[in-house]
């Protein structure tokens, strides 16, 4: 492993295009809020909460995830959550991110939607104004819950879609197919929202199939099963599609049996456009850079490999075509410095 490669991945610009606000919620900040609201949590410290971050699938991640967001209660919660993230992306060299975050999960503990809005968005703009990184806000319908409760939150939201720039489709993914979201997804599509969807993450190749057709996702979050289809993988990488990758997750949810088995490089090999992300960072062990540094180390990637996972992850955002071209330029001038001659 190259020390130079670790140190390329630390100080390129990066843009993070699959992170789960409630993801970033770190055992020290859960305990602090549950302090803050009178919350009960069943773990006697930080500690023992960490010991509990063992899964053997996803499920078994989102039912921890689910009981760990009970503590955000206050829209100032929410801000705080979203504040942490930043500091983190500051110090990742992450300057642009798409964050989900999942209303209904707070909805049925009785938390309003502008509560949870107000506080991610507030946070989110000072990150523009006073760190610098730029974002997109991505709401995320939660896919073990029906079409009715989908279209609910879409009302919910309706205020507040200036501001809001697409929508996702995540949790338990077994059972929970994306045609079951067509039409609240045309819906999204006809009121101007980008749309993307986790598929291929646990479920089968079919899976990606009818996120890229019935859903007409412009971007894929996971999509690793799709390489167990040729003709999907063709697909895909004609299409430009992006793929918003999260190796640490994979680890950690038993998608891949240890990090030298995953797929990044033959995802590269065949042409697709793939990007690291940390998904859940607070759960699975790191941030961005974690994740380039584990598949650097296992993967061995090369320094033109690094840098091109950079781009992608502009190429692939929802920027607009000038920012995209502001930030690659800011990617080529770090590699021009760093490039062994
Ligand atoms: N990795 C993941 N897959 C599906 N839903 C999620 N919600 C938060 N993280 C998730
Ligand atoms: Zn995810």
Known sequence: MSQSTLALAD???????????EGSLEPEMMFALARRNGVDLPYADEEALRQAYQFNNLQEFLDLYYSGMSVLQTEQDFYDLTWAYLERCQADNVIHTEVFFDPQAHLERGVAFGTQFEGIYRA??????KLGISFRLILSFLRHLSEESAFETLELAMPYLDRIDGVGLDSSEMGHPPDKFERVFRRCRELGLKVTAHAGEEGPPDYVWQAINQLEIQRIDHGNRALEDE??????AEKGLTLTVCPLSNLRLCVIDSLADHPLTTMLDKGLHVTLNSDDPAYFGGYVNANFHAMIEHLHLTPEQVVQLARNSFEGSWLSDADKQAALARVDAVWQAR???
Do not use: Q, V, W
Not at 231 to 236: P, R, Y
């Open 231 to 236: 003709a999907l993988t063709a697909l895909i």
């Open 124 to 129: 989110l703009s000072d990150g523009r104004d």
């Open 339 to 341: 490039k062994p001659s």
């Open 11 to 21: 100080a390129l610009p990066k843009a993070e295009l699959h992170m789960h606000l």
